[in-house]
């Protein structure tokens, strides 16, 4: 059996719920928007979001479920779809998944406003059902997400970044939302603020685990999912790169930041940069605090009692730190 199936085996029954309640909370009278919606749920992808919320939901209340817990899986779902499909628009990407995207299909007039519309089902899925602590939660992700990006770029253009702003980018563009599944689903069950916290703060340093992961498919040989280079060819600044430009001779510092900024079409230049990173142990320091993360993720849920719940969930930590894409 795969992993992810794995994973899912404990929640299967909900899972296929939450599918049905996913697709009826997009519709619309709308025959274009129904055709576009359809189409975005046929090529869904693993689905971790809506598992992270069913899986931390059971773990904190001995394995149960309510309507509420099915709404922040589809609000959450709702409003990380619309994020995508209006990054696709920014991107200029005509790819999502292996499919086309929105805007290659549809263009990126129509993709945006099918992005508002699936915010705006979001956002009433939530305030109809008065669910304004959940809908809380996902909007101080969303702010996030946006700050993350917008620090991104503006600390890109001058390639200047300390590990500090590194990890406060990565934190608010990637874990800020596997956070807030993991709190949703607390959330959902519970009203302890102390315990959703803890449970919030554990899917926080699983989004951190997760982002470093894929810094470090940039640097490797192997067919996965992302081509070997990109994050150079793009001026990204990821941890392997930041840690060999903080410990690297001047000299050197200014190679790697001329390769970047003036040779990342160059292919070659880009082979050496990654092997110089490679060389400087780059990648052996990344991976170590991707592993200091995960560590930390699963001393906060070591205390719950032990069921198959507790037990999936430390699956999907090992995963996300296992994972060939």
């Not at 869904?44 to 149960?64: D, E």
């Not at 996902?138 to 590194?166: C, F």
């Not at 050197?252 to 940069?273: A, F, G, P, Q, T």
């Amino acid at each position: 059996m795969r992993i992810t199936e794995q994973i899912k085996q404990p929640i299967q029954k909900e899972m296929e719920l939450f599918e049905k309640k996913f697709y009826d909370a997009m519709t619309s009278k709308v025959a274009l928007l129904n055709r576009i919606t359809y189409y975005i749920v046929n090529r869904k992808g693993k689905q971790m979001r809506p598992m992270f919320v069913f899986l931390t939901a059971k773990m904190v209340s001995n394995g149960n479920v309510n309507e509420r817990t099915y709404r922040g899986a589809s609000v959450i779902e709702l409003i990380h779809t619309a994020t995508l499909v209006h990054d696709d628009v920014v991107d200029d990407s005509n790819q999502r998944r292996g499919f086309f995207s929105i805007n290659a299909l549809w263009k990126n007039k129509i993709a945006v406003l099918v992005g508002d519309y699936l915010l705006s089902k979001g956002l009433l899925l939530s305030i109809d059902n008065g669910d304004f602590d959940l809908l809380k939660i996902i909007s101080v992700a969303v702010r996030e997400m946006s700050e993350g990006e917008l620090l991104q770029i503006e600390k890109a253009r001058r390639l200047d970044i300390t590990e500090a702003i590194y990890y406060e980018i990565i934190r608010k563009k990637t874990a800020t939302l596997i956070a807030s599944c993991c709190a949703l689903g607390a959330k959902s069950m519970i009203d302890d603020e102390t315990e959703v916290e803890n449970i919030r703060k554990f899917g926080e340093l699983i989004g951190m685990a997760f982002q470093i992961k894929d810094d470090l498919f940039d640097y490797s040989d192997e067919a996965i999912g992302k081509p070997t280079g990109i994050d150079i060819k793009e001026q990204k600044m990821t941890l392997p790169l930041i840690y060999v430009l903080n410990n690297c001779s001047s000299k050197e510092k200014s190679w790697v930041i001329n390769s970047i900024k003036n040779h990342n079409k160059d292919k070659k230049r880009v082979k050496e940069v990654i092997h110089f990173v490679i060389e400087k142990n780059g990648l052996s320091y990344a991976e170590q605090k991707m592993y200091e993360f995960q560590k930390e993720a699963l001393l906060l849920i070591e205390n719950y009692p032990n069921s198959i719940y507790k037990e999936a969930l430390i699956l999907m930590v090992n995963y996300v730190i296992d994972r060939k894409k």
